[in-house]
């Protein structure tokens, strides 16, 4: 039994389609949501851990399209600790790292779903990411799954999605000069691909 963690983006999504071929039970889907106060010019959290793009969208996609409950929790830390060592004891300043709101996130789901064992994320390629999570899931006894971990090369792991139906359309274009917001944004990858 397993719950999805979701950001919105196509690969906390796929994580879970993963997870699920792989013989996990998809309980429920956990979401951080971003602060209201203090965002960037985007209306989006400035994060090093979560992703918060779409994040709005998160309600529909997990219980209309997923089926499941969804448990959701505001973040309130700030990214504070930024090594690739990260030690959940580090109390060296006042403000909240964002990675115990995740903690407390798992907490609440913990409480909710206590048949829980694992946890699915979308972390391919992002060793910070990697670590936090499973530094988390290391205290509430937790097992991280991580299916999408460095699997193959970004194309291959792209193709597989568009082979397994994912129809992710671009909400937000953060790679100049690459991607151009009037040329690409709302369209689906897909499109962009082919």
Request: charged content about 25%; proline content about 5%.
């Amino acid at each position: 039994k397993f719950v999805g963690l979701v950001s919105g983006g196509k690969d906390s999504f796929y994580a879970i389609m993963e997870s699920i071929r792989n013989g996990h039970d998809l309980v429920a889907c956990a979401h951080l949501s971003p602060r209201t106060e203090e965002v960037g010019d985007q209306g989006e959290l400035e994060s090093y851990m979560y992703q918060t793009a779409a994040s709005e969208c998160i309600p529909t996609l997990v219980e209309e399209c997923l089926g499941v409950p969804l448990v959701m929790r505001k973040c309130v830390g700030r990214s504070k600790n930024t090594s690739l060592v990260y030690d959940p004891l580090d109390r060296s300043e006042d403000v909240q790292d964002e990675v115990e709101d995740l903690y407390e996130l798992l907490v609440e789901v913990k409480e909710k779903f206590p048949n829980v064992t694992g946890i699915s994320s979308g972390a391919i390629l992002s060793t910070y990411q990697r670590i936090r999570i499973e530094s988390v899931c290391s205290r509430l006894e937790l097992t991280p799954l991580g299916y999408l971990w460095r699997i193959s090369s970004q194309r291959e792991l792209l193709e597989a999605m568009l082979e397994d139906g994912i129809e992710a359309v671009l909400v937000k274009v953060a790679s100049p000069p690459g991607l151009i917001p009037r040329k690409h944004l709302n369209k689906t990858l897909g499109d962009l691909y082919y």
